[in-house]
């Protein structure tokens, strides 16, 4: 969609002047008055034109004596700026001029470290699966600011037992504003001993508006029970929806038993098997079993919903 502009250009303006005002002035006055007036107009115009062309004269030549050297900006604030960005994004952007190519170098680097530590990680391009090779890449990659690397590496440190240091490297994305942080950090301070549902449900909101569709279902499972917030059905089903939408399979079972029993969602059987079968045709399990029960009971004359009230998936 085209951004609307705050003031028109003057490309935008009409192409036709007001109609002149009536004078009631005899032809001859009216010449001899135009005739003193352009001479004067005349005048002041060639000295106008001086005066701007002068103007503009000096303030190209400000222009260009004056550069900005981007590389000299504080790493914090590049890193702030370009520390989520994806590997497409991130070479767009040094494309810009070869000031931001520079200061965007450490991160370019990063991306480097990233991609070799997802191959050792996943086994992929020719080599063997090797988690602490992965870690090592993956920490290189974070201290040169690329937040990705910092989820991957706390990824593995919560796998490997380590979670302090996990939710340390979560708490850095997540900070930076990368989604896929946010998210794991919220997890993580739900699966806590004790749970902390307060900062979970701020840091899952933070990435649900950011669209993460997992931080989405999570969220709704809190508020579906009352987990660090009031209950709220409502506001859970409307993030199950979203969740859903976005392709999370969990969430389109979840909407579907919203729509069976009028959780939070007026009570629709139709809009629920079109949401069970969708989350059956993704692979869940549930979803497969009771979708296969409803045409069942659909083959038998009977029209009666599937699954259990109050049975939304509530697994991590």
């Known amino acids: 969609m085209k951004q609307q502009e705050a003031w028109p250009s003057k490309s935008d303006t009409p192409h036709f002047t007001g109609l002149p005002f009536t004078r009631k002035e005899s032809d001859h006055r009216r010449r001899h008055h135009h005739h003193h007036s352009s001479s004067k107009s005349n005048t002041s115009g060639s000295t106008r034109k001086s005066t701007s062309s002068s103007s503009k004269t000096h303030v190209s030549n400000n222009l260009k004596h004056q550069q900005y050297d981007y590389s000299l900006l504080p790493f914090e604030l590049v890193q702030k700026i370009a520390a989520s960005f994806s590997l497409p994004n991130l070479r767009a952007a040094s494309l810009v001029c070869h000031a931001w190519r520079d200061a965007l170098q450490p991160l370019r680097q990063a991306m480097m470290f990233l991609r070799w530590g997802k191959r050792y990680k996943h086994g992929r391009g020719g080599l063997r699966s090797n988690v602490d090779k992965a870690l090592e890449y993956f920490l290189e990659g974070a201290a040169r600011g690329s ?9 593995i440190y919560w796998e490997m037992g380590k979670k302090e240091k996990g939710i340390a490297l979560y708490t850095k994305a997540a900070e930076l504003g990368d989604p896929n942080g946010q998210c794991n950090l919220g997890i993580s301070y739900l699966q806590a001993d004790p749970p902390s549902y307060k900062e979970a449900v701020e840091w899952l909101y933070k990435a649900s508006f950011a669209g993460h569709v997992r931080a989405q279902y999570q969220l709704a499972l809190c508020l579906h029970q009352g987990r660090g917030l009031d209950q709220n059905l409502q506001e859970a089903a409307r993030w199950y929806q979203q969740a859903a939408q976005g392709g999370y399979v969990r969430a389109m079972y979840n909407t579907s038993l919203c729509y ?20 059956a045709d993704r692979g869940h399990s549930k979803a497969q079993l009771e979708y296969g029960l409803l045409l069942f009971s659909v083959g038998r004359g009977h029209d009666e919903g599937c699954g259990v009230p109050g049975a939304c998936e509530a697994s991590w």
Request: aromatic share 6%.
């Open 147 to 155: 937040t990705p690397s910092m989820v991957d590496a706390g990824l």
């Open 260 to 279: 069976s029993f009028g959780e939070g969602l007026a009570q629709c059987r139709r809009l629920a098997r079109k949401w069970m079968k969708r989350a």
